[in-house]
């Protein structure tokens, strides 16, 4: 018979139960553009998901003939079945590729066809041409996966090599961020700022997203609170180490050559999206994410959004019906879902309720709106402000959850603050003198509320550091 890889793959499908079942899960009717085949694909589909079994031929025959097809159609599909009935001897691995392979290339097929057919408004979906994008990269996404699970015995020598691998991080430029995440934020997480209103929640997250682009990362920094100009405006003065008020009054040829540098020593880029408040949810995010990738060939290593209370939920529309609890509990999924989607770490930020806002040390228990939110993210820092540290030029950082790191450890630290440059920096041990019960550890390993953490150092270097405190 005039052997095609449709008539390959029916055959097996016919007689190879191995096969069969590790193929049926990612064959689709639309793959075969014949009617017949088409057809005959449904029966034996249909066929294998009620009965769990491969179908005989005469229960083939007996389902096509009750089928709705024309006498010359029955003709030729009882035709092929007689041409298909025949013992399979393929190789199993070259099998299993070829099938992949046309599950790939009919996917992208189908999926080319549908875009000129919305281009030509002759498609009978709904959907428009700003559907395409999503439609070419599913198409493009089309792969067998033939895991099962993990095996805790067979795969134990694949555990090791996990256990010992180097994970990826997006490291921060302060010491202690990265000493309370073992190195900076791993992908497919969601993290949190949290702080009263005009604490710093942006200035951190901006300040953040400055240093991964000195870094040479990709970053993406959505915006449903500030414009997108005042965005750039904010990492402009921290990049450029000057004050907003200096900025506004840079002449262009200097902001020209200033940009110029930047560009010179940093090889990531930055996009800046705006959303209207309450509007966007991750599926905007998604098709953004989809438009960068076509149009500018750009993929994010981290992704930034300000902020997470007033983003829309892609499940639920917010009524009377629905809670603030569950309503931002489900954005968080959303956004901690496109995280490990897209496999980079997701940054966001959220408020402080009433209490937590009059409060100079809040926990936990004062996220606004809703407690699933905490529940959901892998790493909360509280962002906490007062006069006097304002004075200082400090803020006061504390670990709220940690799925990273040891969260006793070094549970409050200070940093400095540079509000009109927006920028973070590290300050000397020194500072950390007086965080109390907070498990903050200097180069000694002493505590700075004068307790020895770390018994292998010598009572003279704790009895010096006791006379330095004084």
Same mark, same amino acid.
């Given at each position: 018979?005039?052997?095609?890889?449709?008539?390959?793959?029916?055959?097996?499908?016919?007689?190879?139960?191995?096969?069969?079942?590790?193929?049926?899960?990612?064959?689709?009717?639309?793959?075969?553009?014949?009617?017949?085949?088409?057809?005959?694909?449904?029966?034996?589909?249909?066929?294998?998901?009620?009965?769990?079994?491969?179908?005989?031929? +005469?229960?083939?025959?007996?389902?096509?003939?009750?089928?709705?097809?024309? $006498?010359?159609?029955?003709?030729?599909?009882?035709?092929?079945?007689?041409?298909? $009935?025949?013992?399979?001897?393929?190789?199993?691995?070259?099998?299993?590729?070829?099938?992949?392979?046309?599950?790939?290339?009919?996917?992208?097929?189908?999926?080319?066809?549908?875009?000129?057919?919305?281009?030509? !408004?002759?498609?009978?979906?709904?959907?428009?041409?700003?559907?395409?994008?999503?439609?070419?990269?599913?198409?493009?996404?089309?792969?067998?996966?033939?895991?099962?699970?993990?095996?805790?015995?067979?795969?134990?020598?694949?555990?090791?090599?996990?256990?010992?691998?180097?994970?990826?991080?997006?490291?921060? $430029?302060?010491?202690?961020?990265?000493?309370?995440?073992?190195?900076?934020?791993?992908?497919?997480?969601?993290?949190?700022?949290?702080?009263?209103?005009?604490?710093?929640?942006?200035?951190?997250?901006?300040?953040?997203?400055?240093?991964?682009?000195?870094? !040479? @990362? *990709?970053?993406?920094?959505?915006?449903?609170?500030?414009?997108?100009?005042?965005?750039?405006?904010?990492?402009?003065?921290?990049?450029?180490? %000057?004050?907003?008020?200096?900025?506004?009054?840079?002449?262009?040829?200097?902001?020209?050559?200033?940009?110029?540098?930047?560009?010179?020593? *940093?090889?990531?880029?930055?996009?800046?999206?705006?959303?209207?408040?309450?509007?966007?949810?991750?599926?905007?995010?998604?098709?953004?994410?989809?438009?960068?990738?076509?149009?500018?060939?750009?993929?994010? +290593?981290?992704? &930034?959004?300000?902020?997470?209370? %007033?983003?829309?939920?892609?499940?639920?529309?917010?009524?009377?019906?629905?809670?603030?609890?569950?309503? =931002?509990?489900?954005?968080?999924?959303?956004?901690?879902?496109?995280?490990?989607?897209?496999?980079?770490?997701?940054?966001?930020?959220?408020?402080?309720?009433?209490?937590?806002?009059?409060?100079?040390?809040?926990?936990?228990?004062?996220?606004?709106?809703? &407690?699933?939110?905490?529940?959901?993210?892998?790493?909360?820092?509280?962002? =906490?402000?007062?006069?006097?540290?304002?004075?200082? !030029?400090?803020?006061?950082?504390?670990?709220?959850?940690?799925?990273?790191?040891?969260? %006793?450890?070094?549970?409050?630290?200070?940093? !400095?603050?540079?509000?009109?440059?927006?920028?973070?920096?590290?300050?000397? +041990?020194?500072?950390?003198?007086? @965080?109390?019960?907070?498990?903050?550890?200097?180069?000694?390993?002493?505590?700075?509320?004068?307790?020895?953490?770390?018994?292998? &150092?010598?009572?003279?270097?704790?009895?010096?550091?006791?006379?330095?405190?004084?």
């Amino acid at each position: 018979m005039n052997q095609t890889i449709e008539k390959t793959i029916l055959s097996n499908l016919l007689k190879n139960e191995p096969f069969t079942r590790k193929v049926v899960p990612f064959l689709k009717e639309e793959y075969f553009h014949d009617r017949v085949e088409k057809l005959i694909f449904t029966s034996i589909f249909d066929f294998v998901a009620k009965y769990n079994s491969l179908p005989p031929v +005469d229960a083939l025959n007996i389902t096509l003939s009750n089928a709705s097809m024309s $006498d010359d159609e029955f003709k030729n599909a009882t035709s092929l079945i007689e041409e298909i $009935d025949c013992e399979v001897d393929s190789n199993e691995d070259w099998l299993i590729e070829q099938t992949e392979k046309f599950c790939k290339d009919k996917a992208v097929y189908n999926a080319i066809m549908e875009s000129i057919h919305i281009i030509d !408004g002759k498609s009978t979906s709904v959907k428009t041409e700003n559907a395409i994008p999503e439609i070419l990269s599913e198409a493009l996404s089309v792969s067998f996966d033939a895991s099962v699970g993990h095996d805790y015995i067979e795969d134990a020598e694949e555990r090791f090599e996990f256990y010992h691998k180097v994970e990826e991080k997006v490291p921060f $430029d302060i010491s202690l961020l990265n000493t309370i995440t073992n190195g900076g934020t791993p992908s497919k997480t969601l993290n949190i700022v949290m702080a009263g209103t005009g604490v710093g929640k942006s200035l951190f997250m901006c300040h953040h997203a400055s240093s991964c682009l000195s870094q !040479g @990362l *990709n970053v993406l920094y959505i915006t449903c609170e500030m414009a997108e100009e005042r965005i750039a405006e904010r990492i402009d003065a921290n990049l450029m180490d %000057i004050t907003m008020d200096e900025l506004k009054q840079l002449p262009e040829m200097s902001y020209a050559k200033k940009i110029s540098k930047i560009q010179k020593n *940093n090889s990531g880029k930055l996009i800046v999206k705006e959303y209207p408040t309450a509007t966007a949810s991750t599926n905007h995010f998604r098709h953004l994410l989809d438009e960068l990738a076509l149009k500018k060939k750009f993929k994010p +290593d981290i992704i &930034f959004v300000d902020y997470l209370n %007033i983003c829309a939920s892609s499940r639920m529309k917010m009524s009377g019906s629905v809670n603030s609890y569950t309503y =931002i509990k489900a954005i968080a999924e959303e956004l901690r879902g496109l995280a490990v989607e897209r496999n980079v770490p997701v940054w966001s930020a959220t408020q402080v309720n009433r209490t937590g806002y009059t409060s100079s040390d809040f926990g936990l228990e004062d996220t606004s709106e809703s &407690f699933g939110l905490p529940a959901t993210a892998d790493f909360m820092l509280a962002l =906490i402000g007062t006069e006097e540290l304002d004075q200082l !030029g400090q803020i006061l950082l504390k670990q709220l959850k940690n799925r990273y790191n040891d969260s %006793i450890s070094n549970r409050k630290f200070v940093i !400095g603050i540079n509000r009109a440059k927006m920028k973070l920096f590290d300050l000397e +041990d020194t500072a950390q003198v007086g @965080l109390v019960d907070t498990g903050q550890k200097d180069s000694f390993g002493v505590g700075f509320d004068g307790n020895n953490y770390d018994t292998k &150092f010598t009572k003279k270097a704790s009895e010096e550091f006791t006379d330095w405190k004084i």
